[in-house]
T-cell receptor, first 111, second 113 residues
Framework: GENVEQHPSTLSVQEGDSAVIKCTYS??????FPWYKQELGKGPQLIID?????GEKKDQRIAVTLNKTAKHFSLHITETQPEDSAVYFC??????????FGAGTQVVVTP | KAGVTQTPRYLIKTRGQQVTLSCSPI?????VSWYQQTPGQGLQFLFE???????NKGNFPGRFSGRQFSNSRSEMNVSTLELGDSALYLC????????????FGQGTRLTVV
């Protein structure tokens, strides 16, 4: 089945710097890779996703890149702000189409 | 469009009791998945329902069960509660079965004492 690994588990950045979170997956048939942001006391919110027919997707300060050959994808946050502090999860579908989640990355943006 | 609604938001139960949690998916969505979130284990898949049928089940004991109604609303039940069942229970709705966006509710925080 699909195995998703996410690194790092915690990430502390200064406001204005960039943050990068990386995930690897095991099932080469996976073709959809979403990222979720979870703020304290809330459910995960879908912030960006990418499908396997593209290598990069951007939405304002966030971007996701995908390397299908190496089976890894990354979330990039530029010009970080305090409101970017949250836990971020990557995910990839298993053979049934069910999302398998990474363990999460706690991002802390310090002013 | 209303989002995914989970009730109740918070629940405190005693060991040995049972509990029922409810999830109303986004209007028009027919698939509902349930996840357990704990600090040490991350997001663990419980089960998925589509058109009132359980389509997938995660690796949880039989004390965890669920169902889906004809209006796509779903409930999950945990019987004979244990302290280790304390967690945030999340449900997510998707429009179709294959690889589309999953939208989560706010979750139900269950505390077993």
């Amino acid at each position: 089945g699909e195995n998703v690994e996410q690194h790092p588990s915690t990430l502390s950045v200064q406001e204005g710097d960039s943050a990068v979170i990386k995930c690897t997956y095991s099932d080469s048939a996976s073709n959809y890779f979403p990222w979720y942001k979870q703020e304290l006391g809330k459910g995960p919110q879908l912030i960006i996703d990418i499908r396997s027919n593209v290598g990069e997707k951007k939405d304002q300060r966030i971007a996701v890149t995908l390397n299908k050959t190496a089976k890894h994808f990354s979330l990039h946050i530029t010009e970080t702000q305090p409101e970017d502090s949250a836990v971020y999860f990557c995910a990839a579908p298993d053979s049934w189409g069910k999302l398998q989640f990474g363990a999460g990355t706690q991002v802390v943006v310090t002013p | 469009k209303a989002g995914v609604t989970q009730t109740p938001r918070y629940l405190i139960k005693t060991r040995g009791q049972q509990v029922t949690l409810s999830c109303s998916p986004i209007s028009g969505h027919r698939s509902v998945s349930w996840y357990q979130q704990t600090p040490g284990q991350g997001l663990q898949f419980l089960f998925e329902y589509f058109s009132e049928t359980q389509r997938n089940k995660g690796n949880f004991p039989g004390r965890f069960s669920g169902r889906q109604f004809s209006n796509s609303r779903s409930e999950m039940n945990v019987s004979t509660l244990e302290l280790g069942d304390s967690a945030l229970y999340l449900c997510a709705s998707t429009g179709s079965l294959s690889n589309t966006e999953a939208f989560f509710g706010q979750g139900t925080r269950l505390t077993v004492v």
